[in-house]
């Protein structure tokens, strides 16, 4: 079950999500996925994709630096 306790996540936190979506993606992720999840501010949508859509200029998205990637301890 999520956490819901409303603290912000610690940075060893922040690391291991980003480790375990780059897992995913390499995984599960197989053309694209669409996801609603529900938070306490009102649903989010996150689109994931092996290809940049053209309504988006490269320049929006942020590389995620590789020392965030791999080892989480």
């Given at each position: 079950?999520?956490?819901?306790?409303?603290?912000?996540?610690?940075?060893?936190?922040?690391?291991?999500?980003?480790?375990?979506?780059?897992?995913?993606?390499?995984?599960?992720?197989?053309?694209?996925?669409?996801?609603?999840?529900p938070t306490?501010?009102?649903?989010?949508?996150?689109?994931?994709?092996?290809?940049?859509?053209?309504?988006?200029?490269?320049?929006?998205?942020?590389?995620?630096?590789?020392?965030?990637?791999?080892?989480?301890?």
């Amino acid at each position: 079950m999520a956490d819901n306790s409303g603290a912000p996540m610690t940075d060893a936190e922040i690391r291991q999500f980003f480790a375990l979506l780059q897992r995913w993606c390499d995984t599960e992720l197989d053309q694209f996925t669409a996801l609603l999840i529900p938070t306490r501010y009102g649903d989010v949508y996150a689109t994931f994709a092996r290809k940049r859509s053209a309504e988006f200029p490269p320049e929006l998205y942020e590389r995620l630096p590789a020392t965030w990637l791999g080892d989480t301890e």
